[in-house]
């Protein structure tokens, strides 16, 4: 009996090491200096983004998901990229204007000002959508709910290494505030502020490439912090970029074959299977486009 006790607490100790072993190498990985990817690079990785786009359009032309449109809007007009374009003109003929506006419109016509409900109408929403509606109609009413107040300060996301994008949706809703001339100007870039560096913080620990990662590095770098992104998390950004030109939610861990694999998802450890995740695919080619900006900056 004390024998099997102590092979139990030798193999639970084995096991820690190797656990311990392995994340902290993975987190070295994730902070080893190199250089910045070249604009030659970027743009290849970011053509072949667009290509996945193109070819699997009427894959996705029907997520309901507006912000992802909106991201493929804002990458085409970075980047003037004409195929990209034509995609994004088509969606819009397509789904955008054959519908009524909603609170979603000013994303894509920034005239527009939606007639705002009162804050019980917004009660099974996730606080960060409940914000993202206030940016995008900068409503007085709903500016002093306390939903509202509490996101335009830093420490909102008081778990945010549990909650991986509890942040960068922060941060995110801010940014609309800024683009929309919401008011509280000098607050809200002081807490943009506080916030990358909380972003920088997980970035540098949470070494996971796959959704949540790639909402950090953009949101660093839409928010004016490029000088604090590590060279390194963009070039793992581009190395997770599948075959195909999609990114995925998934940092392989084991290839279990028949194209499944076990590995780390923005949450939880999962098997799954490898495949193409337009939502990480809509943020990775926005980014794309905003870094060929930087970089060009550089040649």
Not at 93 to 122: A, V, W
Request: charge should be neutral; charged fraction near 20%; hydrophobic fraction near 40%.
């Amino acid at each position: 009996m004390k024998q099997s006790a102590r092979l139990l607490m030798l193999s639970a100790l084995i096991f820690s090491i190797i656990l311990s072993s392995y994340f902290f190498w993975r987190v070295w990985q994730n902070n080893i200096g190199t250089d910045t990817p070249s604009h030659a690079e970027i743009k290849q990785h970011f053509e072949q983004s667009v290509n996945w786009l193109k070819l699997n359009y009427n894959d996705v032309e029907n997520i309901r998901n507006p912000i992802l449109w909106w991201m493929i809007k804002q990458a085409a007009t970075n980047s003037n990229d004409k195929t990209l374009n034509d995609i994004f003109i088509n969606y819009k003929k397509t789904h955008l204007d054959t519908r009524p506006p909603n609170f979603s419109t000013p994303m894509f016509d920034k005239f527009y000002r939606p007639r705002m409900p009162g804050i019980e109408q917004f009660s099974k929403l996730h606080p960060y959508q409940t914000f993202f509606f206030y940016a995008l109609s900068c409503d007085k009413d709903l500016s002093s709910e306390p939903v509202i107040q509490q996101q335009m300060n830093p420490g909102f996301c008081s778990m945010h290494y549990l909650h991986p994008r509890c942040i960068t949706h922060q941060v995110m809703g801010l940014r609309f505030m800024q683009r929309y001339q919401c008011g509280y100007d000098e607050r809200v870039s002081s807490t943009i502020a506080s916030l990358q560096q909380d972003i920088n913080s997980e970035l540098t620990w949470d070494f996971r490439v796959g959704d949540a990662y790639i909402q950090r590095v953009l949101m660093l770098v839409d928010s004016g912090a490029y000088n604090r992104v590590k060279p390194v998390w963009i070039s793992h950004v581009l190395n997770a970029q599948n075959e195909d030109g999609s990114w995925d939610d998934l940092d392989p861990v084991l290839n279990l074959g028949n194209n499944k694999a076990f590995g780390f998802t923005s949450m939880l450890p999962k098997i799954k299977t490898i495949k193409a995740d337009f939502h990480a695919t809509a943020q990775g080619i926005w980014l794309l486009s905003l870094l060929l900006e930087e970089t060009r900056k550089d040649q």
